[in-house]
C-alpha cells in the first residue's frame, strides 16, 4: 500500500538536490520513484552495481553526464566516492536534480565524505505519522509500530523480528561496525527495556557484561545508523537544577517489541504508558523535522524528581499520561516548570474522551486530538 507522505519531494528538489536519510523500510525508495517515475535510478545495494561503481565510481559520470531531469542513487553511503562524482555532475549541469537516499549516516561521518555543502540539502524520512495513517490506528501502531510494510501485514510479528535480523547483519556486521556481533546483539536487548529513560551506561555495562566505554560507542552506532536518538536534557532553569544525562529513543515502537518479543501492549498494563509517551516523541520528531522548525526537542527532569516528558524550544511542555482521568497531581511537573520560564503550551496528553482546559489552564487533550492539533500547527 502507498501511503500519501508529508514528505514533499518534488517541492524539495525543484530548488536543490537532496540527501534524503531514513532507517531501512521507512519507504525512501518507493517515495523517490512514486515521485521520480521517469527518473535514472541506481541502486547501490544491488550486489553487481556497488561491486562495479566501487572499483569504478567515475563511470557514473562518464554515463549520466548528458542526463538533465533526475538522478537517484539508493542507499548512497555504500559508495562514499559517489559524492564526489555527483558534485561533477551538478557543477557541469545547473539543472539537474540529484537525489541520493541513505540508512545510515556513520560511514559518511566517519570518512568524511564530500556532502556538497551549498549544492545539497539534507532531509529525513521517518515512520508513518497521525496525517499519513488517519485516525483509528493507535492502538495498532503500539503494537506493530509505524512502518509502512509491517503495520498493514498479518505477520508483523515475524516481520519485524526478521527486520531485526537484517539490521543487526546488514547495517552492523557488513560495515564491521563492531568486533563482537553477540555482545552488540545482548546490548540490544538491554538498550531496548531502558528505552524512553535516562541513560545509565554503568547500569548497561553491569547487566551486559560489555565495558562501559563500548557501552557508549553502541549507543552512538544505533544513532549513526538511524536506529534511535538521544533526547537532551532541557537546562534553562534557574531555580531547580535540571539533570544532565540524555534519555533515548529508538526510532520505532514495533522495533523495540520485535527485540523485546513484547507484542500485547493493552491499556490496563505498564507497558502502555511507555509505549504511548515514544509514540508521542516518534510523532514529536518527525513533525518538527518536516516543518524545518528549528525548534529542539528536549525533556526536563529536576534532581529531585519533578519531570516534563517533551520540551519543545521553550514554548511548549507535553506530558504523556495513559490515564483516562487526569488529575491535579498530573500537572505538578508543568507547574514547577511554569514557574521557570514563559510557556505558550502546557500539554498533557491523555486517554480522557473529551479535550478540556483545567482550572490550572493546562490543556488535557486525548492522543487524537493532540495529534490532530500538533499536525495543523496548533501546537507548535
Known amino acids: 500500500m502507498f501511503y500519501d507522505r508529508c514528505l514533499k519531494l518534488p517541492q524539495l528538489l525543484k530548488k536543490k538536490s537532496l540527501l534524503l536519510l531514513g532507517p531501512r523500510q521507512t519507504g525512501k525508495s518507493t517515495l523517490a520513484l512514486h515521485a521520480f517515475p521517469e527518473a535514472v535510478y541506481v541502486n547501490l545495494a544491488a550486489a553487481d552495481v556497488f ?90 501502531r ?76 553502541y549507543f552512538q552506532i544505533l544513532e549513526d545508523t538511524l536506529i534511535g536518538y538521544h533526547l537532551p536534557s532541557f537546562r534553562k532553569t534557574k531555580t531547580r537544577k535540571a539533570a544532565a544525562t540524555p534519555k533515548f529513543y529508538f526510532f520505532d515502537n514495533g522495533v523495540v517489541n520485535a527485540l523485546l518479543n513484547r507484542f500485547e501492549v493493552t491499556e490496563e498494563s505498564e507497558l502502555y504508558g511507555r509505549a504511548l509517551e515514544h509514540l508521542i516523541f516518534s510523532e514529536l520528531k518527525a513533525y518538527l523535522s518536516y516543518r ?48 521557570e520560564i514563559k510557556l505558550k503550551n502546557r500539554i498533557i496528553v491523555c486517554n480522557e474522551s473529551q479535550p478540556r482546559i483545567s482550572d490550572t489552564g493546562v490543556a488535557i487533550l486525548p492522543v487524537e486530538y493532540f495529534l490532530q492539533q500538533l499536525w495543523s500547527g496548533g501546537i507548535i
Open 51 to 140: 561491486r562495479e561503481l566501487s572499483e569504478r565510481p567515475e563511470l557514473v559520470r562518464q554515463r549520466l553526464a548528458a542526463h538533465t531531469k533526475v538522478l537517484i542513487f539508493d542507499e548512497a553511503q555504500r559508495i562514499p566516492a559517489i559524492f564526489d562524482e555527483v558534485q561533477l555532475l551538478l557543477d557541469r549541469n545547473k539543472q539537474l536534480r540529484v537525489l541520493l537516499t541513505g540508512s545510515s549516516a556513520r560511514k559518511l561521518r566517519r570518512t568524511g565524505v564530500n556532502l556538497l555543502p551549498g549544492r545539497i540539502w539534507q532531509a529525513a524520512l521517518f515512520p508513518l505519522v497521525f496525517p499519513e495513517l488517519g485516525e483509528g490506528r493507535i492502538k495498532a
Open 142 to 217: 503500539l503494537q506493530r509500530g509505524s512502518l509502512p510494510g509491517f503495520i498493514d501485514s498479518e505477520d508483523y510479528r515475524r516481520e519485524l523480528k526478521n527486520y531485526v535480523g537484517l539490521y543487526l547483519d546488514e547495517e552492523v556486521r557488513a560495515e564491521g561496525l563492531v568486533r563482537g556481533i553477540g555482545d552488540f546483539s545482548r546490548f540490544l536487548n538491554i538498550a531496548a527495556l531502558s528505552n524512553g529513560e535516562q541513560l545509565n551506561f554503568t547500569k548497561i555495562s553491569s547487566d551486559t557484561g560489555i565495558k562501559v566505554n563500548t557501552v557508549r560507542s
Open 292 to 339: 524545518q522548525s528549528g525548534e529542539e526537542l528536549t525533556y526536563w527532569r529536576t534532581l529531585s524528581k519533578l519531570e516534563v516528558d517533551f520540551v519543545v524550544g521553550d514554548r511548549a511542555a507535553i506530558e504523556v499520561k495513559a490515564s483516562k482521568r487526569v488529575s491535579a497531581r498530573d500537572e505538578k511537573g508543568l507547574r514547577a516548570l511554569a514557574e
